[in-house]
């Protein structure tokens, strides 16, 4: 067997399906994306070729694209500043719940598996003006001062979306680490327990260090996330009001598709698969850093 497999020839053949898979599926798409990109079609019917045009146009004149990366930032910010400590502090207390640990593990993790339509839908009903579900709650507290357009105003709506994106993915951080601190060995925890360690002191000192491996599984988890956000964008405000809460992946969908504008719209995820790339590599080289085992 080993000289089987080290034969080259032999490892060609045994690739060569899986390449031929990837090139027709990933790199054939990516370059004629590009080259669409370089033409005014509108999805049917002739087009002419128009060169970097296009390019030029998103990088330099095209204020949407950028907000929508912008937006995209904000929530990775928000993911890794909020969502994700609240998520690792609360994988602790599950952890440290007894009999109940099954029970909070279900209930934090219950958005997750609820589908992104039923529960953007319901998101939605909840930030109206009228009838919603906030507005009425402030109405029976006595504030109804704060009462507001939740999804209606430019200043608000982006808050509100990156509220609701953290609350769906809430139970897929807070999983992960929870794995991450089943996966510490038992031995540990007593070994510092018997050096002094306080409760804090061990959590700050030990734990979250050991816990390195999966953080970084996280991040670069919320960073695709974000990313590639759509969906909820699409259900919740389609990117309004005022393209306010604009993601890329929506952008690109309206642009080719709702405005027909499909050598546009293939311009800019050619220009967003760049900067996927470049953001791949710096995370690659941020974390290039070993990070040990226990």
């Not at 502090?89 to 934090?108: A, C, D, P, Q, W």
């Not at 992960?176 to 002094?196: C, H, S, T």
């Amino acid at each position: 067997m080993h000289k089987l497999l080290s034969n080259r020839i032999t490892i060609l053949w045994l690739v060569a399906p899986s390449m031929l898979l990837f090139l027709g599926m990933v790199c054939f798409p990516v370059l004629m994306s590009g080259y669409y990109g370089m033409t005014d079609w509108r999805g049917i019917g002739a087009y002419e070729f128009v060169g970097f045009t296009n390019y030029w146009n998103i990088l330099f004149h095209d204020e949407v694209f950028w907000r929508s990366l912008w937006n995209a930032l904000l929530l990775l910010a928000a993911t890794l500043l909020i969502q994700h400590p609240i998520a690792l502090l609360f994988s602790i207390l599950v952890m440290n719940g007894g009999r109940f640990e099954k029970l909070y593990r279900t209930i934090f993790f219950l958005p997750a598996v609820i589908s992104i339509v039923v529960t953007s839908k319901m998101w939605v009903s909840v930030f109206h003006p009228n009838y919603g579900m906030l507005n009425k709650l402030l109405d029976g507290i006595g504030l109804s001062m704060l009462k507001q357009d939740w999804l209606g105003d430019p200043k608000l709506a982006i808050w509100c979306v990156i509220i609701v994106v953290m609350w769906q993915g809430f139970g897929y951080a807070l999983l992960l680490y929870y794995a991450g601190l089943q996966g510490i060995p038992k031995d540990i925890y007593e070994a510092a327990e018997l050096d002094g360690a306080g409760r804090i002191s061990l959590y700050t000192k030990v734990v979250i260090p050991l816990l390195r491996p999966m953080m970084r599984v996280a991040v670069v988890i919320a960073v695709t996330a974000c990313l590639k956000q759509m969906e909820t964008i699409f259900l919740m405000t389609n990117g309004g009001p005022a393209n306010t809460t604009q993601f890329v992946g929506n952008y690109i969908y309206k642009t080719a598709f709702s405005s027909s504008l499909y050598g546009y719209g293939n311009a800019i995820s050619v220009i967003f698969v760049i900067i996927c790339l470049i953001i791949t590599v710096v995370m690659n080289k941020a974390f290039s850093k070993d990070v040990g085992e226990f």
